[in-house]
């Protein structure tokens, strides 16, 4: 449980502020040179046009409630590859990366601080932190490629009821569904290239639409490279694939299906006093940091190669139609991981598989309207994370949220919000709890229930057509790890 306050002045055009001010000095002091030059004061006013110091980032938005990437318009110095060479230039996002030419397993994404374990990553508004990972809260990116994604949206702080488990903020993915239009004539998109380390990624996409109907959009890529580090190889292979159907009544029937294939082969030392030293690649020595991700053991050059396969599938179905003053819409998800890892533990070589699955469905009524002050939004979501190999619902989320955004005139906001948890899981007992004597792995056969409310409030204030402030204050759950 965390409460969590913050205040924030937020000055979107601060940039143009500073630009005028700049353009005032200027005439101020080219009337002062005038003025010495002719011995006397000429009255005159020069009017000089606004001088922009910095331009703000193209395709980005920024405002109160969240920042906006927009992806087709998002533009940085160098060549945007990785999700994370995107977020790495927003401000109060930070990202630890393995390789700057593309994504790994061992890339960590942090707001303000706080990682994954207390951030929520969705896809098109639904989670998917415990996935991929055998439950574990760590994200990897490696599996999340921006092929398909037609802008992220970034929360900051826990104050939205709507996201759950967002302790930190929420990085939500929205992938791109295609088009409605009648001309079948669709849009194709490929690229590639190379870089160092014999790194190389290519992509192709399609976009179109058929008889205001249906909309899609499909990808492909793959992206290598030989790594940094000696044997810190990796291949991502992904596949995407979005429908959106235009029914009646202005209701939509949006299919989504993601693929990934990542293998990441986990570094071994290269110790220049051993025999099997490798000159072409960075020394590391069994001293050295250890990435994210690795085993907990050493891994040596020679004999069988150490590294993991994993392959990661997103479903999502989602149906939307607008009802009333609102539109309802009931989200319907699975995202399923497999994971083959060879590693050495001393010198056994070992063969470790792991699975694990997260399935659920979201229905939501949101914005709606009442007496042109009040935006209401209730939901309901249920889901289950589990191992399908072993325990298929190690945990069972249940949740209802409500939130409503009140308008007090052109200048105030209150967002005043409520969800409660129910939470049923699967866990073990400790060494004493099972009888011990002595500490020992613990054990399963423990069941647990949480449940609780956990309110939500955040005000904001317009000051000026520039400048906004805003508090919050909120009480989050933080789902624990199996």
């Not at 005439?27 to 009017?47: C, D, I, P, R």
């Not at 949206?153 to 992938?175: K, M, Y």
């Not at 399923?336 to 399935?359: P, V």
């Not at 409660?420 to 069941?447: C, H, I, N, Q, R």
């Amino acid at each position: 449980m965390l409460h969590v306050f913050v205040l924030r002045v937020f000055s979107r055009w601060r940039l143009k502020i500073i630009s005028t001010l700049s353009g005032v000095l200027l005439v101020f002091l080219w009337g002062n040179m005038l003025s010495a030059e002719t011995g006397k004061e000429t009255g005159q006013v020069y009017q000089l046009s606004p001088v922009t110091v910095m331009a703000p980032q193209q395709g980005v938005e920024i405002n109160v409630d969240k920042t906006i990437i927009n992806m087709d318009d998002f533009r940085k110095a160098g060549t945007v590859r990785n999700l994370t060479d995107v977020l790495k230039e927003i401000g109060a996002v930070d990202v630890q990366r393995i390789n700057p030419l593309i994504s790994s397993p061992g890339d960590e994404v942090s707001i303000r601080g706080l990682n994954e374990g207390r951030l929520v990553i969705e896809i098109d508004g639904r989670r998917i932190n415990h996935t991929g990972h055998n439950g574990r809260y760590i994200v990897d990116w490696s599996t999340l490629n921006m092929d398909d994604i037609e802008r992220i949206e970034i929360i900051r702080g826990g104050h939205s009821v709507l996201h759950p488990f967002a302790i930190g903020g929420v990085i939500n993915l929205i992938t791109k569904k295609g088009k409605k239009t009648e001309d079948p004539k669709p849009d194709f998109s490929i690229s590639g290239g190379y870089g160092s380390f014999e790194t190389s990624h290519l992509r192709a996409s399609v976009d179109g639409g058929a008889g205001n109907f249906l909309g899609y959009h499909l990808s492909a890529s793959s992206q290598e490279t030989d790594g940094y580090l000696r044997n810190n190889f990796q291949e991502n292979k992904n596949i995407n694939g979005h429908f959106t159907f235009f029914l009646p009544s202005d209701a939509t029937l949006k299919l989504g299906a993601k693929f990934s294939d990542v293998t990441y082969g986990f570094p071994v030392v290269n110790d220049p006093s051993r025999g099997d030293y490798d000159p072409d690649y960075p020394e590391f020595l069994g001293t050295a940091d250890q990435l994210r991700h690795l085993p907990s053991t050493l891994q040596f050059p020679g004999g069988p190669t150490p590294y993991w396969d994993k392959e990661t599938h997103y479903l999502d179905a989602v149906f939307e139609i607008p009802l009333g003053p609102g539109i309802f819409s009931v989200h319907g998800f699975q995202t399923e991981g497999k994971r083959d890892t060879y590693f050495y533990r001393g010198t056994n070589f070992i063969e470790s598989f792991i699975d694990d699955r997260s399935r659920g469905v979201i229905a939501e009524y949101r914005d709606v309207t009442l007496f042109d002050r009040h935006t209401l939004t209730f939901g309901a979501e249920y889901q289950e994370l589990g191992s399908p190999s072993g325990n298929p619902t190690i945990y069972i989320v249940k949740s209802l949220y409500f939130q409503d955004v009140i308008k007090l005139g052109d200048r105030w906001k209150i967002t005043p919000g409520v969800r409660y948890y129910s939470l049923d899981k699967d866990t073990y007992f400790a060494w004493f709890e099972a009888g011990g004597t002595s500490p020992a792995f613990p054990t399963t056969g423990k069941k647990e229930t949480d449940e609780d409310w956990f309110p939500s409030l955040k005000v904001d204030f317009q000051a000026n057509d520039t400048t906004a402030l805003y508090a919050a204050v909120s009480r989050s759950y933080r789902l624990p790890c199996p």
